[in-house]
């Protein structure tokens, strides 16, 4: 018999309980509006559950200590928003390079700067995938209400577990203060995946083949190097073409070979038999964007809507086939039409169309209905 608890919460402290139910052990930060109820929450009942938080002098400490952490083979994680995002890129690109398994919880905000810190966008998608160097792919989780914050934070977890990986959970101002019924299910009751960790007791290494290898924990008596340089399957600092070559072209695999356990969508039909108008969106502005489809379909047009929930990396061919029949697509977004280049980069043989509202709030669902009918 699922035990279930059903709560209503907001977007942010579903984040939280989800990462609890997974058995969070330790969290850094620096507090930011929007996300800093999820450090509040955290502070108040990890430590209940023999967890650790830590408040850091700023983000750029907090990443490092949960990179830290995680080498002690505990589930980490931390959450902020797009200046505090700024501060982490280069723990992130460590934590890439590292292969190190961290979920950051990334509250987006009006931007760019400080912008209205209390206020909502979606300015900060690309910043997400492509903000850090190094140019490898990172799973990015994009919920649009609180049973999918919660969900999602499981996911995120796990991936990042699996593929050795950080992944972000991007949500938003909106969804972050939205409450919503939320299920809950204890940790028996659902797939939480642990990491592989290195039984050897003498030394690290792995076979090259081994696209994502098995990680040695600080403080199990294993001789180890947590290497951020070029490094081989010793991890041991090489710098050759060939390593180089060798050791990104893994790090790139192990995310990309995989995409289909990252992918997570949803497509609504609302009794269509055919979709000759797909609206694509994610996180709160889905939210506008499915009642905008639901307008539409009342008008006479058949107007679906997709929804996605990993915004990366971008499953092309699954894209692809949703979108076969459509004659026209709309991305809707709260931004200048970041996610439309992506998607207009994929379809290229599509009619893609940008549907870019800017708003401190969530999107009005008839402008969005302006929108389409102009560009129709």
Not at 239 to 263: A, F, H
Not at 270 to 295: E, T
Request: with cysteine; net charge negative; hydrophobic share 40%.
């Amino acid at each position: 018999m699922i035990s279930t608890k059903i709560d209503y919460l907001s977007g942010n402290i579903a984040i939280a309980e989800a990462a609890l139910t997974v058995g969070l052990r330790f969290f850094a930060g620096y507090p930011i509006t929007p996300s800093s109820d999820i450090f509040e929450y955290l502070a108040e009942k990890l430590p209940e559950r023999g967890g650790y938080v830590i408040q850091f002098e700023d983000e750029i400490a907090s990443i490092a200590a949960v990179i830290g952490a995680s080498w002690t083979c505990n589930k980490a994680m931390t959450a902020t928003s797009g200046p505090g995002f700024s501060l982490m890129v280069e723990g992130i690109s460590i934590a890439v390079m590292t292969e190190t398994p961290l979920v950051i919880g990334y509250i987006m905000r009006t931007g760019p700067a400080t912008g209205v810190p209390t206020k909502t966008g979606q300015y900060d998608v690309l910043q997400a995938e492509y903000g850090f160097h190094g140019g490898l792919p990172i799973p990015v989780f994009s919920p649009s209400s609180p049973q999918e914050a919660y969900d999602l934070t499981i996911k995120a977890f796990n991936i990042s577990e699996a593929l050795r990986t950080p992944v972000v959970l991007l949500s938003d101002a909106t969804l972050a203060g939205t409450y919503g019924k939320v299920v809950m299910r204890e940790s028996t009751e659902i797939e939480i995946l642990e990491r592989r960790k290195l039984s050897r007791d003498n030394h690290y290494m792995y076979s090259s083949k081994d696209l994502v290898p098995p990680m040695p924990c600080i403080g199990e008596g294993l001789k180890l190097y947590v290497e951020t340089l070029t490094h081989d399957e010793r991890n041991i600092y090489v710098p050759t073409t060939e390593v180089q070559r060798r050791l990104v072209s893994r790090l790139y695999r192990k995310i990309i070979d995989n995409i289909g356990m990252i992918t997570e969508y949803s497509l609504y039909k609302y009794g269509n038999n055919r979709c000759d108008l797909i609206l694509i969106s994610y996180g709160s502005s889905a939210l506008s964007a499915s009642v905008a489809s639901k307008l539409l379909n009342e008008r006479g047009y058949r107007t679906c809507l997709l929804k996605i929930k990993s915004l990366y990396p971008i499953n092309e061919i699954l894209l692809k086939n949703l979108t076969e029949e459509a004659s026209k697509i709309f991305v809707v977004e709260n931004n200048v039409g970041l996610y439309y280049r992506e998607i207009r980069g994929v379809l290229k043989d599509k009619d893609v169309r940008n549907i870019s509202i800017i708003d401190l709030h969530i999107i009005d669902p008839y402008e969005i209905i302006e929108e389409v009918l102009r560009n129709l």
